[in-house]
């Protein structure tokens, strides 16, 4: 059975070429469209892509008995709207995403098929590219702050790998800014256009992305003919190795929401089902996973010569040993902790401790089941 190629975890590149692209979509297709080109794996990349549905309704907290057309409508968009992208010597060209897509219709999974022209634009790239969090584009409200966020995010980069003051401190005339987010004929009074996109699109990049944006308007007299902006990286501190640290609120509760999305450990728990997609949508169970389970994993890593791979050998193990909970009683978050402190404490006793026959450094502990029966006995999901 396929599986999906979408997660919150996921990245999306793109050719600077096509961040600055025109692009006449709305919100919603626009998601879609970076949830897509998140799907593309730049090291093994193929055309053809698998989403699940439930994911995508669950991005768009879609509840409605219609959601299924809702989608197809705006997947439909995205397939017949192209990207505007410029060429060399004074040239433009109109770029499709996709012009196949297949879905079950009693079932959940989704298959696109990549458009052969978009393909450099997305994999290949070695320089003048950009990458960003799919979950950051998720959770902006607007398209113009997703085309800002984009666009600060390729100068950021680009300061970042040549530390060039220009790139850190971009400017934008008012006439690109309109090309680039298809407003050519709205808000007409600049003042309009800063008051109604610029400075909602910068508080909404503020409070839901990684990166701080201040901005001026550039003004020839009293009229504003373009905008400068000094971007940073918000500061997060590295991965934490135990719950005493994140007590410390060197962390916001937006910052580590954000890392649990973007943490390998959310993607195994995905994988095995032992948490389903519609959690990546509770930020309460995301902080609470990333404070009390994921802290816990980090100091087992360090204990062990395979490192991820076996937290993922002990998560398929947890998963085969559960036991379902009766109803109103899951707390996956609590069986999670108290199996990862069964195991650490052992690995920390092995550590410490020769045993015959035990053998560390070779193949590492493997899973304690007496720490799975520990968790049984507390609370199971």
Known sequence: MSTSDFSLSNKVAQHNDLITSVSTLNIVPLK??????????????????????????AVFETKSTAK???FKNHLHTVMQQGMIIELPNEKEAIVLLSSYAEWEKNGDLLTIELNERIMPFLIGL???????????????????????????????????????????????????????????????DNRNL?????????????KQTSINVEYEKMKKGNLIYG???HISRKKVAPELKNPEILEQKELSDSEIYAESLQSKYTDYLLELMLIAPTTLRDRKVMIRLYKQ??????????????????????????????????EGKENIVK???????????KLKIMAAVSIDGYVVNEKGPRFDQHSAEVANDVTIY
């Not at 003048?128 to 969090?133: A, C, E, G, R, V």
């Not at 666009?151 to 934008?172: A, D, G, Q, T, V």
């Not at 994993?297 to 395979?306: A, F, G, T």
Request: with cysteine; proline share 3%; glycine share 2%.
């Open 68 to 70: 299924s057309n809702y």
């Open 126 to 188: 070695k320089d003048n590219f950009t990458q960003y969090p799919i979950s950051e584009i998720i959770h902006l409200n607007t398209k113009y702050a997703i085309i800002l966020y984009k666009w600060l995010s390729m100068n950021l980069r680009m300061f970042e790998e040549y530390r060039n003051k220009k790139f850190e401190n971009p400017c934008i005339s008012i006439e690109e800014f309109r090309t680039m987010a298809n407003v050519q004929n709205k808000y007409t």
């Open 293 to 326: 389970v994921y802290s816990l994993y980090d100091q087992m890593r360090e204990l062990l010569p395979k490192g991820y791979r076996e937290i993922r050998e002990h998560l398929i193990d947890l998963k085969e040993n559960m036991i379902p909970a009766e």
């Open 194 to 206: 800063d008051r109604a996109v610029i400075k909602k699109a910068i508080a909404d990049i503020n």
């Open 32 to 57: 879609i469209f970076e949830i897509i080109v998140s799907c593309v794996d730049t090291k093994n990349p193929k055309r053809e892509i698998t989403l699940r549905k439930d994911d995508i309704y």
């Open 227 to 229: 905008f400068s902006f």
């Open 335 to 345: 069986y999670l902790r108290v199996s990862a402190e069964g195991q650490l404490e």
